[in-house]
């Protein structure tokens, strides 16, 4: 039996690109999340209604109280046999955990972002928290993130760029219907969206500097419209002419919508959004280049690779 688990509305489309290219009939649906809101419940339902099974899990950011979580989901899940899992994020704990209790035959990954192909940070790294590292040394060396990392299992990407897993296969994350560009001879209204950023929630710059730089980045740009990032927190746009665009669907799926009808650039900083939409070849994209604590060398060389336009304030 098929197990897929996504912890994020871009996994579940991904997932979505895996069970059509291999055709699959039968798969369990696990959706886990910490941010309980209409987005992730909007991609939990997309995915469930094809599932013999489904279940949204609410994990409480607290180790144990999540453990047994995990361990009441694993007793029904127990029952299916010659489990394979497809996963993102492998490097948590929770479904790793999941694994272990229910057994499994095979496992494979996909992305969970640029993150992936970044040449450093979170997923290259293999260490891990001390109780998983202590729990799967003990119990199933397999599951220790740092030989899942040299395992050769298969691994899917909607990136071209060189992956952290080795396995790669690469699956397009849009039907090649949504990359055709309409002939319209009429002249659209143009629309300039800016993506906002999580860097004062994760510790990249000061909510301060934030702030004034979107602020630096709408008035250059006559910025119109944005979309905050799911793990904004704080507010950071007060200019009150800039619109915010709001929608159950992920920004990608929404600004490939806009785009039939308007004239659509997007605004990012090194925002995985850009690279995703780089092969919708009427959205123009530009990549805002700033000091970040997080490595951003690789990924200035991947926003050349697809054609974003890198700009300096």
């Known amino acids: 039996m098929k197990i897929f688990i996504c912890f994020t509305p871009l996994h579940v489309l991904i997932a979505e690109r895996i069970i059509e290219k291999e055709n699959i009939k039968k798969y369990i649906f696990i959706f886990m999340t910490d941010f309980d809101n209409k987005k992730n419940k909007f991609y939990f339902k997309k995915l469930s209604k094809n ?14 109280k999540d453990m047994i979580t995990i361990f009441l989901l694993s007793k029904k899940i127990k029952k299916y046999k010659k489990l394979v899992y497809y996963s993102g994020k492998l490097k948590s704990t929770h479904n790793r955990f999941l694994m272990y209790l229910t057994g499994y035959c095979n496992f494979i990954t996909f992305d969970d972002g640029s993150g992936n192909i970044s040449g450093d940070g979170y997923f290259y790294n293999p260490n891990e928290n001390i109780v998983s590292k ?3 040394t003990l119990f199933d060396k397999n599951l220790l993130y740092k030989n899942i990392l040299n395992d050769n299992h298969m691994h899917y990407t909607i990136f071209k760029q060189k992956n952290v ?15 055709i560009t309409k002939n ?11 993506l906002t950023n999580a860097f004062s929630e994760d510790g990249e710059m000061e909510l301060e500097k934030e702030i004034e730089l979107y602020d630096k980045i709408i008035n250059r740009f006559n ?10 927190r704080n507010n950071k746009i007060y200019n009150i002419r800039i619109i915010e665009l709001k929608s159950n669907k992920i920004a990608e799926e929404l600004i490939i919508d806009l785009s039939y009808k308007y004239d659509v650039t997007v605004i990012g900083i090194y925002s995985t959004v850009l690279i995703n939409l780089s092969s919708i070849k009427r959205i123009k994209l530009i990549n805002i280049k700033v000091n970040l604590v997080k490595p951003i060398k690789m990924l200035n060389q991947i926003f050349l690779e697809n054609l974003i336009e890198n700009k300096i304030l």
């Open 223 to 232: 910025v119109t419209h944005f979309i905050k990032h799911p793990r904004q």
């Open 51 to 64: 599932a013999i099974a489904s279940y949204y899990v609410i994990l409480k950011k607290h180790f144990f």
């Open 184 to 194: 319209d001879t009429k002249k659209k209204e143009k629309l300039v969206i800016l």
């Open 134 to 136: 202590v729990f799967f």
């Open 165 to 179: 897993y080795k396995n790669t296969c690469f699956i397009d994350l849009f039907k090649k219907n949504e990359k």
